[in-house]
């Protein structure tokens, strides 16, 4: 039988679920995080505004120092929810931590981006083979030399993960993820990964190398791994996110996440 | 100051207009034609259901024999509404002829297909070039090995059109195109034409080639030509198509063509 969001985020916060989040809660909005002192919260809010396709914002803290966040989730607390957090110092990696009671900071604002996740299965909906899915890996993400918008030391390169599929699985999976905008939308690019820099497709800069199939096409799509770069180099004091893979599951089915309109930019 | 569509179906009645009809007409839905006598409706009918991509089917005659179609354009006759008629005879193209008063039988039913202007049109009003418009030149259309699903002697391959573009105009075209499904919808493959039986894109089996840029990739739509490939080989007595280019201009705005839903297939 699923659990629900509550159910799941309960057993993350007594730690009784330790590992990833993927295939948790089947339906449900898994989101990406990052924690900032109040005094960058307006920067970073303006760079998710002008990088939307990376940075798909669904919520933040209501106000300061909050650390339940009700419109996604009865109950959710922010500092214990996720089962492993990244602890950064001056844009620099310190630790991992299973929560963030402790260091959890009155001036803190949450930005909760979406996640892929949720197109993920609105493919495997319409029959598309995921690879990273089959394979049981972790998805390929690339560092490309698409550059962010900057806002202000918020700065750095467009990190992509990258899904390889027949020509019509592609073309399916476009025009689902056109429907999908707040959880990175459509891909940014098909076919030569060398038009993004990225020169060897079987070395990913994060996550795990996937087959890939002759004749198939390789889609790429703006990946939440994204901010994490800009963080590390705007170098601001103290910076919170998950860590990759262990999300937040929210209590927003995915099909909220479907937009009439469309995102075709 | 553009017509409006009665007023330009008048001038090709009464022989003011000759020439193509691409450009005419902005805004509003062009059509494929197809008559054929009423015992072989219910066959062709049942193919375009079949086989929607290419025969995306808007309207057909309310009443065996009857020329005007009112759902399509007011006082529309679809005898004299067309600059170039094409006259098949045991699915041998015997003439073009300017109208099909005379040849007119009252057996006769009128099938309209979708139009490939109608997506070319809400793609360069998203910024999109067509290449076959900016080149000034008919799009290059393709026999494939696809197989159309047959109905009894109504079989033949897949005819497509090939628009080239840069991958991230073809990610929003396929976005776009999803949400005509009247009028071809999404593209049926992107990438490798050899994957179509394809073996020289520089010699379209109809239409002109376009020139394609390095980086583009080649992005093919089902075409409404090939429904007339069927009926070469079904062979009926008689049949009356569109000439290509030449086609019925209705009073049906092209966003009307546009669903919430899309068309994923």
């Avoid at 007594?14 to 990406?32: D, I, K, M």
């Avoid at 962010?148 to 390169?157: H, S, W």
Wanted: with cysteine; hydrophobic share 40%.
């Amino acid at each position: 039988m699923q659990q629900a969001p509550i159910t799941i985020r309960n057993k993350i916060r007594h730690g009784e679920l330790t590992r990833y989040t993927s295939g948790f809660a089947p339906g449900f909005v898994q989101c990406n995080l990052v924690i900032l002192p109040k005094k960058y919260a307006d920067d970073f809010s303006k760079f998710c505004q002008l990088n939307p396709k990376p940075c798909p914002l669904i919520a933040t803290s209501e106000n300061t120092g909050d650390f339940t966040i009700e419109k996604l989730g009865h109950d959710l607390d922010i500092r214990t929810d996720i089962p492993l957090y990244r602890l950064y110092e001056q844009g620099e990696l310190i630790k991992e931590v299973t929560d963030i009671v402790d260091i959890w900071q009155d001036d803190f604002v949450a930005f909760l981006l979406g996640c892929s996740f949720s197109f993920e299965e609105a493919l495997l909906a319409e029959g598309i083979e995921i690879r990273n899915i089959s394979e049981g890996k972790n998805v390929p993400m690339y560092k490309t030399n698409i550059d962010c918008t900057p806002v202000n030391q918020l700065e750095g390169k467009m990190v992509v993960s990258m899904r390889p599929m027949s020509p019509a699985d592609a073309i399916k999976a476009i025009g689902i993820c056109s429907q999908y905008p707040k959880v990175h939308g459509a891909p940014i690019h098909i076919g030569d990964p060398a038009k993004l820099g990225v020169l060897d497709i079987d070395s990913p800069d994060f996550g795990d190398a996937v087959s890939v199939k002759e004749g198939e096409v390789l889609v790429f799509w703006a990946c939440g791994v994204t901010p994490q770069l800009a963080i590390q180099n705007a170098k601001p004091d103290i910076c919170i996110t998950h860590s990759p893979g262990y999300m937040l599951i929210t209590d927003i089915p995915n099909s909220q996440m479907k937009t009439a309109t469309g995102d075709l930019c």
